[in-house]
């Protein structure tokens, strides 16, 4: 059962380029949308999130844009970087325990 | 702060063998999680608690039990460890209020071979 799909599965990008990864949900109930970034080695770190009401949100060069009438969201990360080679999770949850349900993962590797 | 702490880091275990993983957390945060993580898969969530006292079960509890005695502890047990439980298991806590409420904050994980 698997509530959020995310693709590509891995992604390479050139310096100064732009990643784009997809994220598609089913649950209409989820109300928080987090992405987060893991380091090899490393546990998932908090990256950026949006909340329903808001089409879009922006921190620094990452981007969340969401569009809730086709359940789906996307990080954008402008002018990439090598130090942004990583692994990146698209997560859901909704109110009470806050339980979130992960995508699949998406490698991304920016070549100098 | 400390942030979230997973002890040990790394174990081998043989089928039939059980143990037990320490997640502790100094945020002063309700809600603790266990996850696992396999290749392709992402993280799945195998039990949770909202409280001291209290806890519940996620999308894959079967092989695991697990126990809140204490508000910053929570504790992750194997009871008849399988080859299927070869994994890497994360924690997490979050906090319900404040403006951080439902980040949640991960550990460093634990790598388990069951061999």
């Known amino acids: 059962q698997q509530q959020v799909k995310q693709s590509p599965q891995s992604l390479i990008v050139q310096k100064g380029g732009i990643s784009i990864i997809n994220c598609a949900y089913e649950n209409t109930a989820f109300d928080y949308f987090p992405w987060y970034q893991q380091f090899p080695g490393k546990g998932p770190a908090l990256l950026i999130a949006?909340?329903?009401?808001?089409s879009e949100k922006k921190e620094g060069r990452f981007t969340i844009s969401f569009n809730k009438s086709a359940k789906q969201f996307s990080l954008h990360i402008m002018d990439s970087q090598p130090g942004d080679s990583a692994t990146y999770f698209c997560a859901a949850s909704m109110g009470g325990a806050q339980k979130l349900v992960f995508g699949q993962g998406t490698r991304l590797t920016i070549n100098p | 702060n400390a942030g979230v702490t997973q002890t040990p880091k790394f174990r081998v275990l043989k089928t039939g063998q059980s143990m037990t993983l320490l997640c502790a957390q100094d945020?002063?945060?309700?809600?603790m999680y266990w996850y696992r993580q396999d290749p392709g898969m992402g993280l799945r969530l195998i039990h949770y608690?909202?409280?001291?006292?209290?806890?519940a079960k996620g999308e894959v509890p079967d092989g695991y039990n697990v126990s809140r005695l204490k508000k910053q502890n929570f504790l992750l047990g194997l009871e008849s460890a399988a080859p299927s439980q070869t994994s890497v298991y994360f924690c997490a806590s979050s906090t319900p209020t404040g403006g951080r409420a439902g980040e949640q904050f991960f550990g460093p994980g634990t790598r388990l071979t069951v061999l």
């Open positions: 608690s909202v409280g001291e006292g209290t806890t």
């Open positions: 945020m002063n945060h309700e809600y």
């Open positions: 949006i909340r329903p009401d808001v």
